[in-house]
């Protein structure tokens, strides 16, 4: 695994600004006419697919999206339906499928599963992106992961039939599903670290878009991250999945690693550190630069470091959260 040491994005520093710039002037200025039609011009750049997880919805992206776009990057924040992995992954599966050209798959949380399932046998994918996000291996669940080692908040009694932090409502209509919602005074703490203030916290508590309780059940059927190549960020107080469960999936992916300080939800707290990991894997993904299988992985990261190199950096090892 690459570490790239990412404290705050106020904070970056000039030797990690440099080799981006050099990478984007390098790469091609027009991007594709249509995320979803046409056939994709020479050179255009990849569509970046964002996948939001559990308790919350695709507007968790808009910061990013915005700063995408504004690099004319095609960007489809895409609607998690949130119902079961398989499904889930069926879902998004279907709907790269009307994508044309190179893709950048990324997934927040729970969408790090669903993208992990969703992109196997598409050849589009070029690149996955982890933010804060599950990347199970075939036969494992969202729970088994979260349990492996300590640091999520979800749960202080490991015994419980539903996670002490959470709340079960049932679906109704004769069925016994479930879904599952983070107790409003539990959701500060678990979600955003205690890191923003209680209006902003109450407000996102009360939109959080519940989960199906078979989404942290279901067995993984794919492991996109052994064949495509992988960047993850690793967020140093995520007390929803864990910080040591979150570098646990990213080394054995084998991804360009950052960590920064900032709870599970990065997207709220730090949106711009997010957009640099994606644009490094856009770069990365380029048509000619990347292509899926594991034994390219290896040539695209050694290709960015030469990259860097030439730009006048260098790579420094992560360094923890003070």
Not at 14 to 42: F, K, N
Not at 293 to 321: D, M, Y
Request: net charge negative.
């Amino acid at each position: 695994m690459k570490h790239i040491r990412h404290a705050a994005r106020r904070a970056l520093p000039l030797a990690v600004l440099l080799p981006t710039a050099a990478l984007m002037a390098a790469g091609p200025s027009a991007a594709s006419e249509s995320a979803g039609g046409g056939e994709p011009r020479e050179g255009a750049k990849p569509t970046i697919v964002l996948v939001h997880g559990a308790w919350a919805d695709a507007s968790c992206w808009n910061e990013v999206m915005r700063s995408l776009q504004a690099q004319d990057y095609p960007v489809v924040a895409a609607s998690n339906p949130l119902r079961s992995l398989s499904g889930d992954a069926d879902y998004l599966a279907d709907r790269l499928k009307s994508i044309k050209g190179p893709v950048v798959l990324v997934g927040h949380s729970y969408g790090g599963a669903v993208i992990t399932n969703a992109a196997a046998g598409n050849p589009n994918v070029r690149s996955l992106v982890y933010v804060a996000g599950f990347a199970p291996d075939q036969g494992e669940t969202v729970l088994e992961l979260i349990a492996r080692h300590p640091g999520s908040h979800l749960t202080d009694d490991p015994g419980a039939p539903v996670p002490t932090a959470l709340d079960a409502v049932p679906l109704g209509g004769g069925t016994e599903e479930t879904d599952l919602y983070i107790k409003p005074d539990a959701f500060s703490d678990v979600f955003l670290s205690d890191r923003l203030d209680a209006a902003r916290a109450n407000a996102l508590a009360a939109s959080q878009r519940p989960a199906n309780a078979a989404t942290s059940g279901q067995p993984s059927k794919g492991a996109a991250w052994k064949t495509i190549p992988s960047w993850s960020l690793v967020a140093t107080d995520d007390r929803t999945i864990g910080t040591e469960n979150l570098r646990f999936m990213a080394e054995r992916a084998g991804s360009t690693t950052v960590e920064v300080d900032a709870p599970h939800a990065v997207l709220e707290t730090n949106p711009g550190d997010v957009t640099d990991l994606v644009l490094q894997a856009a770069h990365g993904s380029r048509p000619g630069l990347a292509e899926t299988g594991a034994g390219q992985q290896a040539a695209v990261l050694g290709g960015a470091a030469v990259l860097a190199v030439a730009g006048g950096t260098a790579l420094v090892v992560r360094s923890r959260r003070v």
